[in-house]
């Protein structure tokens, strides 16, 4: 299944006089980073796929300020945030999914403050959702039947919401064997990418973190790492790169495995 | 009333004085913080607090480290009631004052011992596990000195004064066979009376000056203890409870905001705002408040108490993704620092008076910037802490400090930001092709 989708924009919805369900959030790398956009595409499909109303602000959507606000600069996290609340609270939004946890979590849990109020949801809750409610279905595993797959899992997803399990949920429906790597969960280590250091060097160290944690995934010999972040999505690729295992072992995001199994 | 019974009075008041003088200082200390409104959500509270505090439900991630640790803690909860009866002995010249319960208390003074066993084994074990074994997170930089020396004291100690109270128990056991004046036949010793071939060869006025030595020792000791509590890592035993009680309660993703940004964003977006207003009158000509935390003052006074329940375990540090990889940030070291600098204001303020300066601050003097910018904010640190800890406020804090104030940030960070502000995305990419991947399919 191949055809084009329509991705509408909340300015052409509201020129004709329609309101979507959720505003799909799509985030700076999944904007504008050539292995993120892969991600935003697979979730586009999976909404389209399910019949879900969604609609995009496009040219009208702005970082939400997570990385200035980690990294200490709550100016311009608060104008980023303000302007993009002024966007939401102009459309009269009221839900959104969002395919970053950062987002994710910056809106859901910092916009209230500054008055953004919004039923905020990460790509794998909706489509696990979607999935209960029968409006999406699965035949199978597809390519990922029997595979090993690991998760790991994004910080601002799990530590810092307390979410582990919807993505675990959808890898399940892949009939995929799952393993879990030695720190996971609550434990689950970094990949290096959260607090603004996606944006700068890391300091002088012994080796890098996405590094340490590629090696943690490798040991489990997984044909896929999976993630649902796209910074730790980039992470791991640059982690198994350094180890050379291409050829072995694949990373993909939650959506973009659902996305293939459904065969979109 | 012996002369026994006024010097155990003195005695017992001066170090409960002492221990409340010292408590008030690490009281006041911690008030130095700024304000935080921490009394919402009591019920979550009180559940929390029986859960992580009183249950160690965080301790237990580690099994043996943690089962151990919970029969030290229970020795010391439990054993107070012990202690309580020496105490009442110890005014009015009573043995075995809680003697009449009968046979409950032949299993209150049986459990005892056997939690004092207990205790003793464990911290034995404790004592070589952090010498003699080569675990990393006790081996730290920052363990260096008297972290190290305090750790060990601490274990030592306690397993002298468990030693004391069981064969101060053999002791007794020894006399009230032989009958000795005094010693009324109470009490059940379990442990202590596998203890008499220790003492049998004694005859019975040396058994009761071992046995009134030992009395001593424990309780002197124990008030001595307790007075070493307010300058060791160990004042974790009593500030764990209120610092688990007044945890944040939000999703560990979400960071503060500041309300005092938020009223200058406002201004600044408001196109009916004059640009050229004066500034809101301000009651004093106090210097304006700064943005973020350069010393312990502008931290949040729950920092503060955070800093004084630190326990320097390092659980923290050991589930750290920056520490693990070789750099030089450890989130024990950040709540050890933000302690010692605390301890060194609020003794400069005993010296010199509240308005004295000297010229040292948290950050610079104690917490260095290459630090600071290595966590990734991942959060590890505290859900790790077994006292619901936050390292990462601290060093968000300071990094706003840096950022606001003083400009100081690595430099690509500067480019993010200018991205950001310019762009409307981290990444210098134009906001007109955020929807070109919608054109890809
Ligand atoms: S939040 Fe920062 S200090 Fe805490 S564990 Fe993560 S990187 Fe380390
Ligand atoms: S902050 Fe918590 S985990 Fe870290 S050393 Fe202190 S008590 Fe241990």
């Known amino acids: 299944m191949n055809e084009a989708i329509k991705v509408p924009t909340m300015a052409e919805m509201m020129a004709s006089g329609d309101s979507p369900d959720v505003l799909f959030w799509v985030g700076c790398s999944g904007s504008f980073d050539d292995r993120a956009k892969k991600i935003t595409k697979a979730i586009a499909k999976i909404l389209a796929k399910a019949k879900v109303k969604f609609a995009v602000l496009g040219t009208e959507e702005g970082c939400t300020g997570d990385p200035a606000k980690r990294a200490g600069n709550e100016f311009l996290y608060q104008m980023q945030a303000m302007m993009n609340i002024q966007v939401l609270d102009a459309y009269e939004i009221k839900k959104i999914v969002t395919g970053c946890p950062h987002c994710f979590n910056t809106i859901k849990n910092e916009y209230p403050d500054l008055g953004g109020n919004y039923e905020v949801v990460h790509h794998t809750q909706l489509i696990q959702s979607l999935i209960d409610e029968g409006r999406l279905t699965l035949q199978g595993g597809g390519e990922f039947k029997g595979k090993r797959i690991t998760f790991h899992d994004p910080c601002y997803l799990g530590r810092a919401n307390d979410e582990y399990e919807a993505p675990r949920s959808l890898l399940e429906k892949l009939d995929a064997e799952l393993v879990e790597m030695k720190r996971c969960k609550s434990k689950g280590l970094c990949c290096g990418a ?32 999976a993630t649902g972040c796209p910074f730790c999505n980039t992470m791991m690729t640059d982690g198994v790169k350094h180890f050379e295992k291409e050829g072995e072992t694949q990373v993909f995001d939650v959506a973009e495995l659902i996305a293939k199994a459904a065969d979109l | 009333m012996g002369i026994g019974n006024i010097v155990f009075i003195i005695i017992l008041l001066a170090a409960s004085a002492a221990f409340g003088y010292q408590a008030s200082k690490i009281r006041r200390n911690i008030l130095l913080g700024k304000d935080l409104d921490r009394n919402d959500r009591k019920k979550d509270r009180w559940i929390l607090m029986i859960k992580v505090a009183l249950g160690q439900s965080k301790m237990v991630v580690r099994p043996v480290a943690g089962i151990m640790h919970i029969f030290i803690y229970a020795g010391f909860v439990i054993i107070n009631i012990e202690v309580l009866e020496i105490v009442i002995d110890g005014i009015f010249g009573t043995h075995r004052a809680f003697a009449f319960l009968g046979g409950f208390y032949d299993f209150l003074i049986g459990s005892f011992e056997i939690l004092a066993f207990l205790v003793l084994f464990s911290c034995v074990v404790f004592f070589t596990r952090r010498n003699a074994i080569n675990i990393k997170r006790f081996h730290s930089k920052e363990m260096k000195g008297w972290p190290k020396s305090d750790a060990n004291l601490i274990l030592v100690v306690e397993v002298l004064l468990m030693f004391a109270f069981l064969s101060m128990n053999s ?52 008030l001595l203890f307790l007075n070493y509590l307010p300058i060791s890592k160990h004042f974790h035993i009593i500030l764990a409870f209120p610092n688990v009680f007044y945890s944040k309660l939000q999703p560990a993703g979400k960071f503060t905001n500041m309300d005092r940004v938020t009223d200058e964003v406002k201004l600044m977006m408001d196109p009916t705002a004059d640009p050229f207003a004066a500034p809101p009158p301000t009651d004093s000509d106090a210097a304006p408040e700064k943005f973020g935390a350069k010393d ?36 024990r070291k950040i709540m050890m620092d933000t302690r010692d600098r605390l301890e060194e204001v609020g003794k400069n303020i005993d010296k010199h008076g509240p308005e004295y300066n000297d010229g040292k601050a948290l950050l610079g003097d104690y917490i260095s910037e290459e630090e600071l910018w290595a966590c990734t904010t991942c959060n590890a640190c505290t859900d790790a802490c077994p006292v619901n800890i936050n390292p990462l406020e601290i060093i968000v804090d300071l990094r706003r400090y840096l950022v606001m104030e003083e400009s100081k940030n690595p430099s690509e960070l500067t480019g993010m930001f200018t991205n950001v502000e310019n762009n409307g995305a981290p990444w210098a990419f134009p906001q007109a092709d955020r929807l070109k991947w919608a054109e890809e399919f």
């Open chain 1, 194 to 225: 959260g607090g603004a250091q996606m944006f700068k060097d890391a300091e002088p160290g012994n080796k890098e973190v996405n590094v340490e944690r590629t090696e943690e995934a490798l040991q489990e010999k997984p044909a896929v790492i």
């Open chain 2, 171 to 222: 002791t007794d056991y020894l006399l009230q066979q032989r009958g000795a004046d005094h010693y009324i036949a109470a009490g059940a010793y379990p442990i202590s009376s596998l203890m008499t071939p220790m003492f049998e060869w004694m005859s019975t006025d040396g058994l009761i000056i071992y046995e009134r030595s030992a009395w001593w020792f424990h309780i002197v000791g124990i």
């Open chain 2, 296 to 331: 312990v003052q502008d931290l949040t006074w729950k920092n503060l108490m955070d800093a004084y329940s630190c326990t320097e375990c390092g659980r923290c540090t050991s589930n750290c993704p920056a520490n693990n990889t070789g750099k030089l940030l450890s989130p």
